[in-house]
């Protein structure tokens, strides 16, 4: 679901006129400046144009998620 908006790179995409553009997840900066509670609730009821998926996913599902999300900050030590 994410992909679609966000890209399989995590680097966002285009915005319909008038909204803002996906987030980028590369973006150092962004990816300093959320917890990953915040990344969650985001997750959980939206943000700006981005849908709320409420019950969608699981707490391991979310967690995967942030995971995922924290993946592509390009500050992170890759094992």
Do not use: W, Y
């Amino acid at each position: 679901m994410c992909g679609r908006c966000h890209g399989a790179d995590g680097k966002g995409g285009f915005a319909p006129e008038g909204t803002n553009a996906p987030r980028d997840f590369c973006d150092a900066a962004f990816q300093a400046s959320r917890t990953d509670e915040q990344l969650k609730q985001a997750i959980r009821v939206g943000k700006g144009a981005m849908p709320g998926f409420g019950n969608v996913f699981s707490d391991a599902d979310l967690q995967a998620l942030v995971h995922k999300i924290r993946s592509f900050d390009p500050g992170a030590k890759k094992p």
